[in-house]
């Protein structure tokens, strides 16, 4: 009785790690960098301590609520793609009911940490929860979801300058078109690999809307943030390793265009994946490069 009642346990806890794509962090990192950037641009160059708590736990748990949401109002589609067959909801290994108490957990544990910010984050912070339902259902309305991914995937700037100013200056602003326009190139290789499956079941994308451009649509997105980090960075107190960093930055980011062949899913998906690297050295530089 007890072995039966800890393998049960057990199980559930593993199908709970898939469903909240905790296996495959990705997602999260690709979240958190920009977030951890405006906190450093906020904060000239240095971030406090109970922020980068706050903040890098909410980035776990709101992409964590986004997965288990999106798997919830998607498991239809699942079911008809081999590859999404086998996540947990559309797979009948956690039920609705688990699947809607567990988003609600998230999205609690989320709300507790906004109690340690000011109120124009929690402003903020409740508009980003609204995004974040919404995006799955997006796919159904909108032959380009990937420009509401793009406001929940950045809605951490705003947050970041809210908590540290209290107020949202222009720059915050501009970093936020950036990483729009990042989010918009990166998830545009990614949905390339899926081309197939969602002309298939009927769904739009990025993909689907650009096919024939999309190379250029990624291209000047990634270059777009790029050049926004880099006149942000202007704007402050910066050091010779900023330009350093930015120029190792630069390289991978040529290099990264230079070995991916567009045309094939597998290599598309690796670019994806290698964009966490733009948004790791991106980081690096600012923390060393700005005084």
């Known amino acids: 009785m007890v072995s039966?009642?800890?393998?049960?346990?057990?199980?559930?806890?593993?199908?709970?790690?898939?469903?909240?794509r905790l296996d495959r962090p990705i997602g999260t990192f690709?979240?958190?960098?920009?977030?951890?950037?405006?906190?450093?641009?906020?904060?000239?160059?240095?971030?406090?301590?109970?922020?980068?708590?706050?903040?890098?736990?909410?980035t776990l748990f709101m992409r964590s609520a986004g997965c288990v949401i999106n798997d919830y109002f998607d498991q239809g589609f699942d079911k008809r793609v081999l590859r999404t067959s086998m996540?947990?909801?559309?797979?009948?290994?956690?039920?609705?009911?688990?699947?809607?108490?567990?988003?609600?957990?998230?999205?609690?544990?989320?709300?507790?940490?906004?109690?340690?910010?000011?109120?124009?984050?929690?402003?903020?912070?409740?508009?980003?929860?609204?995004?974040?339902?919404?995006?799955?259902?997006?796919?159904?309305f909108f032959k380009v979801p990937q420009f509401i991914l793009g406001l929940a995937f950045s809605g951490g700037i705003p947050m970041a300058y809210a908590a540290t100013l209290n107020e949202l200056p222009a720059s915050s602003l501009l970093l936020f078109l950036g990483n729009y326009l990042w989010v918009i190139a990166y998830d545009t290789s990614y949905a390339m690999t899926d081309k197939r499956d969602d002309l298939s079941i009927g769904i739009g994308s990025s993909a689907i809307y650009f096919q024939g451009k999309e190379k250029k649509i990624i291209r000047l997105g990634s270059l777009s943030f790029m050049l926004i980090i880099f006149l942000l960075g202007l704007e402050e107190e910066i050091n010779f390793f900023f330009y350093i960093g930015?120029?190792?930055?630069?390289?991978?980011?040529?290099?990264?265009?230079?070995?991916?062949?567009?045309?094939?899913?597998?290599?598309?998906?690796?670019?994806?994946?290698?964009?966490?690297?733009?948004?790791?050295?991106?980081?690096?530089?600012?923390?060393?490069?700005?005084?």
Request: hydrophobic residues 55%; contains cysteine; aromatic residues 16%.
């Open 246 to 291: 930015f120029f190792i930055t630069s390289l991978y980011v040529i290099y990264l265009f230079n070995s991916t062949d567009f045309k094939k899913e597998d290599s598309c998906l690796k670019f994806f994946k290698r964009n966490n690297w733009i948004g790791a050295l991106l980081f690096l530089t600012l923390i060393t490069g700005l005084n």
């Open 87 to 140: 996540r947990p909801i559309a797979a009948g290994l956690v039920s609705n009911k688990e699947a809607l108490v567990l988003f609600i957990l998230l999205i609690f544990m989320s709300f507790l940490l906004l109690l340690f910010l000011n109120e124009k984050s929690l402003q903020i912070a409740s508009c980003l929860i609204l995004i974040v339902i919404f995006y799955p259902l997006a796919k159904r």
């Open 30 to 58: 690709l979240l958190l960098w920009p977030t951890l950037i405006a906190l450093l641009f906020a904060g000239d160059g240095l971030i406090k301590t109970d922020l980068l708590i706050v903040f890098c736990l909410g």
């Open 4 to 20: 039966k009642l800890y393998n049960t346990v057990i199980n559930s806890i593993k199908n709970y790690y898939y469903l909240t």
